[in-house]
């Protein structure tokens, strides 16, 4: 499909410059050592806004199945975590998103965008079932997607979007300490930005 062929080739390129700086993501030239993403530690955050939307975009799932802003447009928040099968502090905190997203209510979605899933799915697939993760992956795109994936300089990179499509809050970058208080925190802000309850894990 032309859709997969073209997020595949986006992909190849943000993967390229991911190994020449590690899951970092700057290039040399751009970078201090203090800009580094520190594997497993908060590498801050930064306005998603920045990167782009998901007002209109196709996205193809691990499953064969498809993903559009009609489904970001069911939840109040969407939250969404790119990462890569070449990113050790990513599939690291995998667990981690598998727990989070288990707890969520009906309202928030957690999934994950795997950069270099297409061609790779037996991979991510062991990946994913390994960390215990049940929710939807994507691993092809095209439109708002496909420019957000080529706005990232850093993986793993979470952000959230609104039922509008928007990108709310500021994109966590990299591994987080404690990933479910981060995430539930960026959760919670979107969803009281937008006018809706506050959840809880616990609740959930």
Sequence with gaps: MNMKRTLSLLLAAVLALALLTGCGGKQASDSSPEDQAVP?????????????????????????GTFTQEDIAAKDVTVLNFWALT????????????DFEKALPDNVAMLTVCLDGYGNEDSVKEVLENAGFEGVTLITGE?????????????????????????????IIGGQADLSAAYLEAVNQALEAGGKDAISLEDA
Excluded: H, R
């Excluded at 590498?43 to 499953?63: H, I, M, N, Q, Y």
């Excluded at 990113?87 to 598998?98: K, N, S, T, V």
């Design 40 to 64: 497993n530690e908060p590498a801050g955050k930064e306005g998603a806004a920045a990167l782009g939307s998901l007002t209109s975009f196709s996205a193809g799932t691990l499953d064969g």
């Design 143 to 171: 439109g708002d997607l496909l420019n957000l994936a080529n706005n990232l300089m850093y993986t793993p990179t979470t952000v959230l979007a609104d039922s509008q499509g928007a990108l709310v809050g500021e994109a």
């Design 87 to 98: 990113c050790p502090p990513c599939i690291a905190e995998m667990p981690d998103i598998a």
